[in-house]
């Protein structure tokens, strides 16, 4: 079977379709919809490795909650680290312009 085999594309359109009906019952978010088209692309990618191995389904679908799992937990930490660096970088911004206001308070008085 060749990676472009009819049997194999479409079969690899189903699972997106359904990976695509799960990451639809999540919040909307950037993230996970870049996460969907990482999986869609991989899926189609490797499509013909999956339908050769669809005898190990059950065993994948776990593999796969678990990924999906992981990398959503992933892009959440992340968006907190960046949510706490913007807000580190707010507060020392207000300070630069403090010290700058000071500066020119200082040296307008010579």
């Keep these: 079977m060749t990676d472009f085999s ?19 019952g999540l919040p909307p978010a950037i ?3 870049r996460i969907f088209e990482k999986y869609r692309e991989y899926i189609l990618n490797r499509r013909s ?11 994948l679908a776990t593999i796969l909650v ?9 892009a959440s930490e992340l968006t907190k680290m960046r949510n706490q660096h ?13 010290l700058r206001r000071d500066i020119k308070h200082l040296t ?3």
């Design 6 to 24: 009819p049997p194999a594309t479409e079969y690899a359109h189903k699972i997106i379709g359904s990976l695509k009906s799960f990451f639809e």
């Design 31 to 33: 993230a996970y919809t």
């Design 49 to 59: 490795a999956i339908y050769e191995a669809t005898e190990y389904l059950p065993i």
């Design 66 to 74: 678990i990924l999906v799992e992981r990398d959503l937990h992933h």
């Design 86 to 98: 913007r807000v580190e970088l707010k507060k020392i911004r207000k300070e630069m312009d403090q």
């Design 108 to 110: 307008s008085h010579d």
